[in-house]
């Protein structure tokens, strides 16, 4: 892909300093390297995990170590860090009293070493299962292997003995251990549930293993382990399967993720082990702060093999925000530190393309049921609010300007429905549209049909009278006849429609409620103090515009009023977004609309995009540089990722990397 030079000015100095230092490289050879960075995964801390589901035959570890060498070259190919298999894995989990056979446990030894012969020339950690000999007892053991060396050996801490599973009967639990270093296959290892293993060269990448059971307890050990600074926590679990266990399942990896704030994968054991006893339906799953990144099919035949990329930035914003984490971590420091941190290189190797789901819309999810939801609660929030303020001032009016654009409308359909529930008339609603001199037909016919639909008290206040005399006063080429139409123009406009809903609300006893969404705010597209920055209560202040659109939408959909207001309100959605304060003969190169209307997103970025900047630079904090990347995942192929179905296609775009630069700049 080649890309323009200039599109790389937010990509860190420190990616490229060596490659220019290079005597011998070109220039043309320093911009290929550069742009290559762009889009490496790993410079815009993001790591790719799998977990892997093999086929497994009940004590046969020789080709239970194949199958296990097999998925993880793929997982290699792919370019994972991480690849993790299901609770003893290569002994199979269902091998009952068999377990105490030491033809068995040898076997597990030798198959073991042929994963780690194999590692030498792959990229993951592969985090496997067995059985192990410790101090005279057997431990039902997860062992991480990367690049030829064994890191450490993890024994299962909490072990099942009910209905289902009987492990006290022939394995003990972690507090049994006595050696806290083993010898294994010649080398001298770490041992214990107290292991943390870090990532010397990917910043944030600090994995801990756990085994099925623990996730079930009350407080697993993997809890320990975020608050000491695990970022990816995997679980080797065996677990069979029951009528509706997945779902509790997958309930505890999403809350575990959650309330670690971290990446939480899951391997169950799937076909192959013996079902005497139980069945098996192979689950895997990968969770990222109780967002679900990527989960097998259940009851497969054959081996699977699921990846993902993990955010470990966002991760380790969301921890610098979240004080409480903190804080349950220094409640818990003395026993945080006693945990063990093994170092291991990952080691460099470009990884492109994301395997996960950036949506387009983050204020909107494109899944129908939970983006109904989430308008739902937005829409009543916002009544609650404004239902709230006026009982607590005592207050029974509003006054709102009526524009026909997207926002007045949104303002307006809460106090509709706010004077509903207060069982006050909705002509308390006092309603002005206030033209001036670009106003035009359509969004003023649009303003008194929407005020006409929903029975509010309908007004209308010419403010050009007012505005020429404040240009008059002011001595502006305007009030001269001179088609000057600058910042001035525009704020005189901006300002006196303010400054009449005030006068307005003083006189009639009213609160004056303001139409600015979050987009205009975070963008200061807003005329400050007299003017749209100011009222007394603002219900959109929280809102960004692109959820406003589907605010709109969904009340359309949902039925929340009757037919004549949904038809103004579709009519509002197709009508190109302007502040209309210059006149449309006199919008200039760029700024017009088609048709002539004055633009705002010419002027200031489509909002679509604006927002998804504007997301993760306040969510997260994050780089230019990575939002862009980001962004260009997102919106440069629009045949590509998931639309909210209620998106008409023509409203579908897309943005080349080009684009995204100069606005998110």
């Known amino acids: ?28 050879t320093s911009t290929e390297s550069r742009q290559a960075a762009f889009f490496d995964l790993q410079r815009h801390g993001l790591v ?24 993880a070259r793929r997982a290699s190919d792919l370019g994972c860090a991480v690849a993790l298999f299901p609770e003893l894995g290569i002994s199979a989990y269902s091998n009952e009293d068999l377990f105490h056979q030491h033809a068995l446990l040898d076997a597990c030894l030798a198959g073991l070493g042929r994963i780690l012969d194999a590692s030498r020339t792959l990229r993951p950690l592969i985090a496997v299962g067995l059985p192990l000999r410790v101090d005279g007892r057997l431990f039902n053991c997860a062992v991480a292997v990367h690049a030829g060396r064994v890191l450490g050996v993890v024994p299962k801490t909490y072990l099942p003995n009910d209905h289902e599973f009987y492990e006290q009967r022939q394995f003990a639990g972690a507090d049994a251990a006595i050696a806290r270093e083993i010898d294994l296959l010649g080398a001298s290892v770490p041992f214990g549930n107290d292991l943390l293993l870090a990532a010397t060269d990917v910043d944030g990448l600090i994995l801990h293993m756990e085994l099925c059971e623990d996730l079930w307890t009350p407080i697993p050990p993997s809890t320990y382990a975020a608050l000491a600074g695990a970022t990816v926590l ?35 054991a799937g076909p192959g082990e013996s079902t005497t006893d139980l069945a098996w339906d192979g689950h895997a799953v990968i969770f990222e702060n109780d967002e679900l990144l990527a989960q097998s099919e259940r009851f497969a035949r054959d081996e699977q093999l699921i990846a993902a990329d993990i955010d470990l930035e966002r991760l380790m914003a969301d921890r610098m925000r979240v004080t409480s984490f903190s804080d349950a971590a220094q409640a818990h420091r003395e026993r945080l530190r006693t945990l063990r941190r093994v170092a291991f290189t990952l080691g460099s190797r470009q990884v492109d393309g994301l395997m996960r789901r950036i949506e387009r819309f983050p204020y909107v999810p494109a899944q129908t049921e939970t983006r109904d939801e989430r308008c739902y609660e937005a829409y009543n929030i916002q009544v609650h609010g404004l239902a709230k303020r006026l009982q607590s001032t005592g207050i029974e009016r509003v006054v709102i300007g009526i524009s026909g654009g997207l926002d007045s409308t949104q303002v307006l359909l809460v106090a509709a429905r706010t004077m509903d529930r207060l069982g006050l008339p909705r002509a308390n609603i006092l309603a002005y549209t206030l033209p001036g001199f670009a106003t035009s037909n359509q969004t003023r016919e649009n303003a008194h049909r929407l005020m006409s639909a929903l029975g509010t008290s309908a007004h209308e206040i010419d403010i050009r009278p007012s505005c020429q005399q404040m240009l008059a006063d002011l001595g502006h080429p305007y009030a001269r006849g001179e088609p000057c139409y600058d910042i001035t123009f525009e704020n005189v406009q901006a300002g006196e429609r303010t400054s009449h809903l005030f006068r ?5 006893n009213a609160l004056v409620l303001g139409t600015g969404d979050l987009s205009e705010l975070a963008l200061g597209w807003s005329t400050y103090g007299v003017g749209d920055h100011m009222s007394h209560y603002n219900v959109n202040a929280s809102v960004p515009k692109t959820l406003i659109q589907y605010l709109i939408r969904w009340v359309i959909g949902s039925g929340q009023f009757d037919a004549p207001t949904n038809a103004v309100l579709q009519a509002i959605l197709d009508t190109e977004i302007s502040p209309e304060l210059v006149p449309a003969a006199a919008g200039g190169a760029g700024v017009e609309a088609p048709g002539g209307l004055q633009s705002t997103e010419a002027k200031i970025g489509p909002y679509e995009l604006q927002d998804f900047n504007t997301y993760y630079v306040t969510r997260y904090g994050l780089r230019p540089s990575k939002v862009a990347f980001l962004a260009w995942h997102a919106w440069h192929d629009r045949t590509l990722g998931h639309w909210p179905d209620n998106l008409p296609p023509e409203k579908r775009n897309e943005y080349d990397l080009a684009t995204i630069r100069h606005w998110l700049e």
């Not at 060596?18 to 220039?27: C, K």
């Not at 307005?504 to 009639?508: D, E, G, I, R, V």
């Open 48 to 71: 790719r995990a799998a977990v892997c589901v093999p086929p497994v035959r009940v004590a046969d570890p020789a080709r239970n170590a194949d199958a296990t060498i097999a998925l």
């Open 234 to 268: 995997l679980n080797l679990s065996a677990s069979n399967i029951t009528i509706g266990k997945a779902r509790y399942r997958n309930d505890l990896c999403a809350a575990q993720s959650g309330k670690c704030i971290a990446a939480y994968l899951y391997s169950a």
């Open 1 to 28: 892909m080649a890309l323009d030079p200039r599109l790389l000015w937010t990509i860190p100095q420190r990616l490229y300093t060596t490659a220019t230092a290079d005597q011998g490289m070109t220039s043309a």
């Open 504 to 508: 307005l609300a003083n006189l009639h």
